[in-house]
């Protein structure tokens, strides 16, 4: 279900807004059809790859990205814990992460690569341990810094209960399809870019988006109106 966002300006940062189900000519009319693509957007990849926060939070935001993608590891290491700090630990947003894949070279696919070590964490229930380990050592696109030997090292970091599990996961290629359908789905919304911050507020269709590395200013004034019923 392709998804056209109309251009809007919001803390000074432009962004993109659109009702499901309403006038945008592009989204279903059926409420069962947007209620299931909400659901999608919503809902965790895998079982522990949950969005953290409170169930029951007001807004969910949710990060598409790339583990290559430097914007994406210069949100993640400037902005995302004051994020979580200001939101999601006072209950007010759930913050999940879903694959757009940018950065792949058809030689390697370095990039799907991360995101399948990130699913091979999830299974020992150590997925935003070592979604943040990967963007913590970032070196940009295709610089080679992506292999089996690192994404086996990140793991060590975080202490995964059980490496070797986590290596034959990772060697299998376990997760390659997921990936291949996470990133179908962003695209299918007309996502093209990363980071981009899908933002939803509980029982409501419409959604706010935000794109690359914003600063907690413009997370800020995004959630402000959305609060206040301005958006």
Not at 35 to 49: C, D, E, F, R, Y
Not at 193 to 203: A, G, H, Q
């Amino acid at each position: 279900m392709a998804v056209l966002f109309g251009a809007l300006l919001i803390g000074g940062s432009i962004t993109a807004f659109s009702n499901f189900g309403g006038k945008n000519k592009s989204s279903s009319s059926n409420p069962a059809d947007t209620q299931q693509l909400i659901s999608n957007l919503t809902a965790p990849v895998i079982p522990g790859a949950e969005a953290i926060g409170n169930d029951n939070a007001t807004l969910n935001i949710i990060e598409f990205g790339d583990y290559q993608c430097p914007f994406c590891a210069r949100f993640n290491q400037e902005t995302k814990d004051q994020l979580v700090s200001k939101y999601v630990d006072t209950g007010i947003v759930r913050f999940g992460f879903k694959d757009l894949v940018i950065n792949d070279l058809p030689k390697d696919k370095l990039s799907t690569l991360g995101a399948e070590a990130s699913y091979c964490a999830a299974e020992q229930n150590k997925y935003w341990d070592y979604h943040d380990e990967v963007y913590r050592n970032s070196r940009g696109e295709n610089t080679g810094w992506i292999s089996i030997d690192s994404l086996v090292g990140f793991a060590k970091n975080v202490h995964m209960p059980n490496i070797s599990q986590f290596t034959e996961c990772l060697n299998s290629h376990k997760f390659n399809q997921l990936v291949a359908q996470n990133d179908m789905f962003a695209k299918g919304l007309g996502l093209g870019s990363t980071p981009t911050f899908l933002i939803l507020k509980d029982n409501s269709t419409k959604i706010a988006a935000l794109e690359g590395a914003q600063p907690i200013k413009v997370f800020d004034d995004v959630i402000a109106q959305f609060l206040n019923n301005t958006l």
